[in-house]
Nanobody, 126 residues
């Protein structure tokens, strides 16, 4: 059974940093893209970042460029999201996701991702 577990969320102040982790179990996903999404109360799930199978390519939503960094460690079946200079508008539940197709495209559409974690809450106070 495939399972994705996020961790690292919490309550921080504006300007602080957090690093989210997402560990996959049940099978390895070393040859497919992975991504991070977030969902704030009353809003739709939003793409945050995606990374290619080998970490060589990344994609970000404009609002986090220069502040967030996505990375992966295939030996640990884990992806990370380093978040710096956090802002109150970054407050959301953050989800990791796995695109179960070996492809070069990094999708921002959540419908392209097959497996999802349960989410971790990030709250940024002003």
């Amino acid at each position: 059974q495939v399972r994705l577990v996020e961790s690292g969320g919490g309550l921080v102040q504006a300007g602080d940093s957090l690093t989210l982790s997402c560990v996959a179990s049940g099978r390895t996903f070393n040859t497919v893209p992975k991504g991070w999404f977030r969902q704030a109360p009353g809003k739709e799930r939003e793409f945050v970042a995606a990374i290619s199978w080998n970490g060589g390519r990344t994609k970000y939503v404009d609002s986090v460029k220069g502040r967030f960094t996505i990375s992966r460690d295939n030996a640990k079946n884990t992806i990370y999201l380093q978040m710096n200079n956090l802002k109150p508008e970054d407050t959301a539940v953050y989800y990791c996701a796995v695109d179960n197709i070996q492809e070069l495209v990094l999708h921002s559409n959540p419908n392209e991702y097959e497996y999802w974690g349960q989410g971790t809450q990030v709250t940024v106070s002003a």
